[in-house]
């Protein structure tokens, strides 16, 4: 994100990174994971969000198709609310330079 994205940040803190509009991103404790699968459900009082990866390289018609699950984030409703903003305008971008995404069922 950019340092004006400070919508996506919550509580006393994100309120003070509003009005000093920027951010430092400490990145000293964060990991990196790949997925390429994603499933998503949701309560009243959270979203969750499971990131995996499907690892089947040989996919036959009966064989269950196996996905190792790497992350689940728990997200309040209004954080996942700002995330589908965010998405939305960086797949747009994105689209816009290299084309339309084609998305299964979608």
């Known amino acids: 994100m950019k340092n ?3 919508d996506a940040s919550t509580g006393p803190q994100g309120e003070a990174a509003r009005r000093d509009s920027s951010i430092e ?3 000293a404790g964060m990991a990196t994971n790949f ?4 499933n998503i459900q949701g309560t ?3 979203i969750e969000l499971f990131f995996g990866t499907n690892r089947t ?3 036959k018609d009966d064989a ?3 996905v190792e699950l790497t992350n689940r984030m728990i997200l309040t409703p209004l954080a996942a609310k700002r995330l589908h903003a965010i ?3 960086v797949l747009r971008e994105y689209e816009q330079r ?3 995404l084609k998305v299964d069922g979608g």
């Open 57 to 59: 390289w040989n996919i």
């Open 25 to 27: 991103w400490d990145d």
């Open 64 to 66: 269950a198709l196996k």
């Open 87 to 89: 998405l939305t305008r």
């Open 4 to 6: 004006g994205d400070a």
């Open 35 to 38: 997925a390429n699968v994603v």
């Open 98 to 100: 290299h084309g339309a």
């Open 44 to 46: 009243r009082e959270q």
